[in-house]
């Protein structure tokens, strides 16, 4: 399963927009990238999920470049209530049969302040 | 819809007992897998069912396994516990072939004294 490197943590403001970074070198063709998000004594919750270009929902906002090798969340205007983990998967494919074992890494501690 | 079931949600156990842990997943879903959380390992996957058959096991102890039942209802259990097995204990539920990831139960924690 490719290894994911994301910033251990990160800190913003209400009201902006912040863009979490995944590095994802070794991303195999059939993987797709999907994004966690977990509150402490919480399970992780499913935030957005993508295998090329742009995915975008409700939520977030998931940009993925030509080769694969990177990935970035994006969160529109920030509330206290985002301060929680990110977490970037790699390899959870929706039709990938044999593999399902998601791989976290460190994830990314997001503090928003007022 | 009902999310994913977890009981109990907390659970207090000495050194040397057992401890079963119980999950229900989305009705549906037939894929259920389990992951201990610790502060010093963060998030691990321990095995994965499907259809009352184990898929993938992660890299854990003969100590820890698990089953699934026919209703796709799945129990994990600790054998010989160490104060090392204290963790956040979480099950998730799938759908094969959906494309909106897996969710999560909101855990149970284990304290092992």
């Known amino acids: 399963l490719a290894k994911t490197t994301q910033p251990i943590s990160m800190d913003s403001y209400e009201g902006q927009e912040v863009n979490i970074t995944c590095s994802h070198n070794?991303?195999?063709?059939?993987?797709?990238i999907t994004w966690y998000q977990q509150f402490p004594s919480q399970g992780p919750r499913f935030i957005i999920q993508?295998?090329?270009t742009k995915v975008t929902n409700e939520v977030a906002s998931l940009f993925i470049p030509a080769d694969r090798k990177s990935s970035t969340l994006s969160l529109p205007r920030v509330s206290l209530s985002d301060t929680a983990v990110y977490y970037c998967?790699?390899?959870?494919?929706?039709?990938?049969?044999?593999?399902?074992?998601?791989?976290f890494g460190s994830g990314t501690r997001l503090q928003v302040q007022p | 819809k009902a999310g994913v079931t977890q009981t109990p949600r907390y659970l207090i156990k000495t050194r040397g007992q057992q401890v079963t842990l119980s999950c229900s997943p989305i009705?549906?879903?037939?894929?259920v897998s389990w992951y201990q959380q610790t502060p010093g390992q963060g998030l691990q996957f321990l095995f994965e069912?499907?259809?009352?058959?184990?898929?993938n096991k992660g890299n854990f102890p003969g100590r820890f396994s698990g089953r699934q039942f026919s209703n796709s209802r799945s129990e994990m259990n600790v054998s010989t516990l160490e104060l090392g097995d204290s963790a956040l204990y979480l099950c998730?539920?799938?759908?094969?072939?959906?494309?909106?990831?897996?969710?999560f139960g909101s855990g149970t924690r284990l304290t092992v004294v």
């Open positions: 993508g295998y090329k």
């Open positions: 009705s549906g879903h037939r894929s």
């Open positions: 998967l790699v390899g959870a494919s929706p039709t990938d049969t044999g593999r399902r074992a998601l791989t």
């Open positions: 070794n991303i195999a063709t059939n993987d797709y």
């Open positions: 998730a539920s799938g759908r094969q072939g959906a494309s909106y990831g897996y969710t």
């Open positions: 069912y499907f259809s009352e058959t184990q898929r």
